[in-house]
């Protein structure tokens, strides 16, 4: 079955970087649409970046300037660079995997997902 494993969140202050990977298995990095997501207490859980199967991208209006998805299809791991972190970016970070020909910045459309990993930015 297929395995999505989050690792690189932390705490940081406002301004820091982090970088997310998600490792994937049984499942191919390079052709698929791989997205970012985060859930903030109370919020809902939103798209922050997503990378398409044509290799395309998409980014949150919250996040575009200061993130970057990013592959290593040799590895079969999917990053998140995340640079000058805010405040209101603390949240749990998922990272998720799509089945064609579904795919884009909403978490219905996405049937696999890690476990997830915390990123905290302190003001």
């Known amino acids: 079955q297929v395995q999505l494993v989050e690792s690189g969140g932390g705490s940081v202050q406002a301004g820091g970087s982090l970088r997310l990977s998600c490792s994937a298995s049984?499942?191919?990095?390079?052709?698929?649409?791989m997205g970012w997501f985060r859930q903030a207490p109370g919020k809902e859980r939103e798209g922050v970046a997503v990378?398409?199967?044509?290799?395309?991208?998409y980014y949150a209006d919250s996040v575009k300037g200061r993130f970057t998805i990013s592959q290593d299809n040799a590895k079969n791991v999917l990053y998140l660079q995340m640079n000058s972190l805010k405040p209101e970016d603390t949240a749990i970070y998922y990272c998720?995997?799509?089945?064609?020909?579904?795919?884009?910045?909403?978490?219905?459309?996405?049937?696999?997902w890690g476990q997830g990993t915390q990123v905290t930015v302190s003001s």
């Open positions: 998720a995997a799509a089945v064609a020909p579904l795919c884009g910045s909403t978490a219905r459309n996405y049937v696999y």
């Open positions: 049984r499942y191919t990095v390079r052709t698929g649409c």
């Open positions: 990378k398409f199967g044509g290799g395309s991208t």
